[in-house]
């Protein structure tokens, strides 16, 4: 039930973000563009990241090449709104599979329920496709498998994990110890481990510089090894002393009741973690975007394991809280419900579109298909529809278009932009007329 409510949710609000015009990000205008090279059987260029930008130089996820069909038989931004829909709604089956088969029927209705619509899923699916929506369902059947000792299946489904994103082979590698802990398997346990760090090693060293257009893991400049090895205790202090950072630890402990603590899943959270609260990006350390999404599989089948365990303890107080454990991490889920991007559901003016939303339309009516744009994020994904040619507007590189969008409103621009004079400025020597300027947003066509 928690599966199918969960998809139906989660493509309404995406189907609500996509009617509003709504662009996090450009990450969503990434992966499109990525699945319409696969589509094409050519390298994933992504325009929008520069002219000849390999997205596999960028972040390491070749398993995101099985939604290709789908994206071939829908080819538009939308689409992978709905697969990330549906991939969270299969990792929210496998987690409520897992409740019901070790607590009950009522176990897993509450456990399932508080996984579904956790305050990890939801911010992830508010900021629209990433990778780890993938991710997320290949953790929560290993988990399932792991609990369900069913040692090998879960290694195998664990080590499709370094396909996923690439610092997700730490998370092998934990996995692999955790796994060797339950089942006494140690040759199994250490291979998997192994295959988790050297996949991680050669991805970050040798895959990702070779494919990257600068010859370099971009984001190996986020975090600053002589730091850590020069002054670990000082970088732990700083992590310690962080609003944002224990507030991330309070949150994910909390949501599970503290059950998390007594599970030895538990520790397959820290790779994620760790990488997170060592980067210097800020962004990383909150709970909002998606960087918590492969958090909460960990985080609710560790509270089923942890509600086990401690069913088995010798203190009566402890016993009795297990009793009622799964009711207290549903509890904690409803809580905060009214804090969650799902609670815009409930409000009819979320859903009603106003000039804004008839000005956009009657832009993309403006473009033509087939032309070369440059354009800010704001209608970046809308634009990719009718093959056209989608740029980062400013972009190094980029050829000259044949139009060029912005949004004053919310392209991101800190000043007002002529988008004629600003077309000139670009590309010197070209000519510009603005052909629509209506709403905040501007269309300039190339005219010599």
Known sequence: MWSGLAFVAYWLYATLQWRRFESPSYDLTIFTQMLQRYARFEAPIVTVKGADYNVLGDHFH?????????????????????????????????????????????????????YAFSWGVQNAMAVQFHEVAMGAPVLAISLWLLLRERWVPAAIWAGLLVFVKEDLGLTVLVFGFVLALRSGKLLLGSLLGLWGAG???????????????????????????????????????????????????????????????????????????????????????????????MLMPIAYIAAVDGIVLLRKAKLPFLRAYARHGAVIVATFAVAISNQLPLFELRDPEQWRTGPRQEAARALLETVPGGSVVSTDVSLMHYLLADERQVYFVGMPGNPVADYLVVDNHAGGWSAPVNIAQHGSQLHPGTTWETVFDESGYQVARRVG
């Open 62 to 114: 070749p398993l995101l090449a099985l939604l290709t069909p789908f994206y071939a038989a829908f080819p538009s931004a939308y689409t992978l709104l709905v697969l990330q829909a549906l991939l969270v709604s299969v990792s929210v089956f496998f987690v409520t599979k897992t409740a019901h088969e070790h607590l009950g029927r009522a176990g897993g209705w509450l456990i399932g329920g508080a």
């Open 199 to 293: 996949m991680f090693a050669l991805t970050i060293t040798v895959i990702l510089p070779t494919l990257n257009a600068f010859g370099q893991y971009d984001h190996g400049s986020n975090i600053s090894g002589a730091e850590l090895l020069g002054d670990p205790l000082g970088v732990l202090g700083e992590i310690l002393a962080s609003d944002q950072r224990m507030g991330t630890v309070l949150l994910l402990v909390t949501c599970t009741g503290l059950l998390i603590l007594r599970s030895n899943l538990g520790l397959l959270v820290l790779p994620t973690l760790a990488w997170r609260f060592v980067s210097s990006n800020e962004g990383h350390w909150g709970t909002g975007w998606h960087y918590s999404l």
